[in-house]
């Protein structure tokens, strides 16, 4: 009693707890709830499945599922896929074992594999891209939005580094592919922005400049596997400095592409 | 005093009454229904984990300029079970040279010139997929990879396009928890004493990681 006294004592705090318990548990039941999808279930439709400890060819096989077996789709890593058996052991299966399962409606489960074509109708590419600018060592990156299957909008930052300056350039373009569904796509593109170049500390005089910068394009894309492209690439800068002449430079460059 | 009791009461059975109705109603569907739902399994439903972010620590030895703790971030992308891009940050500090500290009153840099910072792109290999035995009943898979990679390093007011070389060692402490343990090399020229030189900094480092 003399509990419950002291606790009457201090209603306004207990005025708020029964809200707050009631919340916590409405809140327990929201994330307890079965809203968390339901297994992925499959049954083995083939003699048998390897199951590896680890997602790669190199870890060793441990167990094995046979014919009827139902196993739990847990997760998946690169072409693996995390199962477990029906008596709780974990292990990977390689993912192309998943097509000689079958699902609970009879069925083996879809599986989509990105192929070029896939990647023509995906919006977002990004790439990085090593170089030589003149002289000096470029790296790039670049985000592209493709808008329709022929035209990327792009955005590209760079940093190059060279023996008597530095520059950093971030542009804006647009870029064409005539035939993007041709494994080496060639394309062609324009782009503008700002530069900005840092001339070594070892030379005196010189001071930072940041200047407009026009540049173009050509280079091809090749097609190498999934998700995955090669692009070699030509660009020449035309620099809009603020003295008598504009100042041009050459660029090329490898890189990587991934589409999204 | 009775309706305080009253009133905690009834919180309780508000509170509860929900999930005691939901427990039975999972009960019932045990019984009355006999999974007669046909799902067809589509493999995007799945959960992937490709992605891996961490962070490390580490000693990181910059020629002529002493060795000093590094730490940074890292964030991989695994495309397939062997390949995997890395895209990496890190900063240290660097100390004075052995030519500054015996001539006492030369300072090459200033406080701020000192501090060295890169990133880098890398594309990682790995080579040696492998076990590690700890006991009869604890068994961890390992990776061992090689790296190399290219990227910029700022240091002494200056930027210098560094290649990097590698090789390391990830233990799976979990499916998606990773300890590593590795080493880079980081290669640049520069003119910081007069001369060009070509420098390999080392570092050695320890890191952990989630994929996600």
Same mark, same amino acid.
Not at chain 2, 4 to 17: M, P, S
Not at chain 2, 34 to 44: D, I, N, Q, W
């Given at each position: 009693? *003399?509990?419950?006294?002291?606790?009457?004592?201090?209603?306004?705090?207990?005025?708020?707890?029964?809200?707050?318990?009631?919340?916590?548990?409405?809140?327990?039941?929201?994330?307890?709830?079965?809203?968390?999808?339901?297994?992925?279930?499959?049954?083995?439709?083939?003699?048998?499945?390897?199951?590896?400890? #680890?997602?790669?060819?190199?870890?060793?096989?441990?167990?094995?599922?046979?014919?009827?077996?139902?196993?739990?789709?847990?997760?998946?890593?690169?072409?693996?896929? =995390?199962?477990?058996?029906?008596?709780?052991?974990?292990?990977?299966?390689?993912?192309?074992? $998943?097509?000689?399962?079958?699902?609970?409606?009879?069925?083996?489960?879809?599986?989509?594999?990105?192929?070029?074509?896939?990647?023509?109708? *995906?919006?977002?590419?990004?790439?990085?891209?090593?170089?030589?600018?003149?002289?000096?060592?470029?790296?790039?990156?670049?985000?592209?939005?493709?808008?329709?299957?022929? $035209?990327?909008?792009?955005? *590209?930052? #760079?940093?190059?580094? #060279?023996?008597?300056?530095?520059?950093?350039?971030?542009?804006?373009?647009?870029?064409?592919?005539?035939?993007?569904?041709?494994?080496?796509?060639?394309?062609?593109?324009?782009?503008?922005?700002?530069? =900005?170049?840092?001339?070594?500390?070892?030379?005196?005089?010189?001071?930072?400049?940041?200047?407009?910068?026009?540049?173009?394009?050509?280079?091809?894309?090749?097609?190498?596997?999934?998700?995955?492209?090669?692009?070699?690439?030509?660009?020449?800068?035309?620099?809009?400095?603020? *003295?008598?002449?504009?100042?041009?430079?050459?660029?090329? =460059?490898?890189?990587?592409?991934?589409?999204? | 005093?009775?309706?305080?009791?009253?009133?905690?009461?009834?919180?309780?059975?508000?509170?509860?009454?929900?999930?005691?109705?939901?427990?039975?109603?999972?009960?019932?569907?045990? !019984?009355?229904?006999?999974?007669?739902?046909?799902?067809?399994?589509?493999?995007?439903?799945?959960?992937?984990? @490709?992605?891996?972010? &961490?962070?490390?620590?580490?000693?990181?030895?910059?020629?002529?300029?002493?060795?000093?703790?590094?730490?940074?971030?890292?964030?991989?992308?695994?495309?397939?079970?062997?390949?995997?891009?890395?895209?990496?940050?890190?900063?240290?500090?660097?100390?004075?040279?052995?030519?500054?500290?015996?001539?006492?009153?030369?300072?090459?840099?200033?406080?701020?010139?000192?501090?060295?910072?890169?990133?880098?792109?890398?594309?990682?290999?790995?080579?040696?997929? &492998?076990?590690?035995?700890?006991?009869?009943?604890?068994?961890?898979?390992?990776?061992?990879?090689? !790296?190399?990679?290219?990227? @910029?390093?700022?240091?002494?007011?200056?930027?210098?396009?560094?290649? @990097?070389? &590698?090789?390391?060692?990830?233990?799976?402490?979990?499916?998606?928890?990773?300890?590593?343990?590795?080493?880079? &090399?980081?290669?640049?020229?520069?003119?910081?004493?007069?001369?060009?030189?070509?420098?390999?900094?080392?570092?050695?480092?320890?890191?952990?990681?989630?994929?996600?």
């Amino acid at each position: 009693m *003399r509990a419950a006294a002291r606790v009457v004592s201090a209603p306004a705090t207990r005025h708020l707890w029964a809200p707050l318990w009631l919340l916590a548990l409405s809140l327990g039941l929201v994330f307890a709830s079965p809203a968390q999808a339901k297994p992925l279930q499959v049954s083995v439709n083939s003699a048998y499945i390897d199951v590896y400890t #680890g997602p790669g060819r190199g870890y060793p096989i441990f167990h094995v599922v046979e014919r009827g077996e139902q196993i739990t789709l847990l997760k998946r890593r690169t072409d693996w896929i =995390k199962v477990e058996t029906r008596r709780g052991q974990q292990g990977w299966i390689q993912r192309e074992a $998943l097509r000689h399962t079958l699902g609970p409606d009879g069925l083996p489960p879809t599986m989509v594999d990105p192929g070029q074509s896939d990647y023509l109708a *995906r919006r977002f590419e990004l790439g990085v891209s090593v170089g030589d600018f003149a002289g000096a060592d470029s790296l790039n990156a670049s985000l592209g939005y493709r808008f329709t299957p022929q $035209l990327t909008t792009e955005l *590209r930052v #760079g940093q190059n580094t #060279g023996q008597y300056s530095d520059s950093r350039m971030a542009t804006l373009g647009l870029l064409h592919q005539p035939f993007p569904e041709w494994r080496v796509s060639p394309f062609f593109g324009i782009a503008a922005g700002r530069i =900005k170049t840092l001339p070594s500390a070892t030379l005196v005089e010189a001071q930072d400049r940041e200047d407009n910068l026009l540049q173009a394009s050509l280079g091809t894309y090749v097609y190498l596997s999934r998700r995955f492209f090669l692009r070699v690439e030509y660009t020449n800068h035309q620099i809009l400095t603020s *003295r008598e002449t504009n100042e041009e430079i050459n660029e090329w =460059k490898l890189g990587f592409n991934v589409f999204f | 005093m009775e309706t305080r009791f009253q009133r905690i009461f009834l919180a309780a059975v508000l509170a509860l009454g929900p999930s005691l109705a939901w427990a039975e109603r999972d009960i019932l569907e045990d !019984i009355a229904s006999p999974e007669v739902e046909r799902r067809h399994v589509k493999e995007s439903k799945l959960d992937s984990e @490709n992605f891996e972010l &961490g962070v490390f620590y580490g000693l990181f030895s910059v020629e002529d300029f002493g060795s000093n703790p590094v730490m940074g971030l890292t964030l991989a992308y695994h495309a397939t079970e062997r390949v995997f891009f890395e895209a990496a940050y890190g900063v240290t500090e660097t100390r004075e040279t052995s030519y500054e500290l015996l001539s006492g009153s030369v300072a090459l840099l200033t406080e701020d010139e000192r501090e060295y910072r890169y990133y880098n792109l890398s594309l990682g290999y790995n080579l040696f997929p &492998g076990q590690i035995y700890l006991s009869e009943n604890w068994t961890f898979n390992t990776n061992a990879y090689i !790296i190399a990679g290219a990227g @910029n390093t700022t240091f002494a007011a200056q930027e210098y396009f560094t290649y @990097n070389l &590698g090789a390391g060692l990830r233990l799976y402490t979990t499916d998606w928890l990773a300890l590593d343990i590795s080493m880079r &090399g980081h290669v640049f020229t520069h003119e910081l004493l007069g001369r060009e030189v070509q420098v390999n900094n080392l570092e050695a480092r320890m890191g952990v990681s989630v994929f996600f």
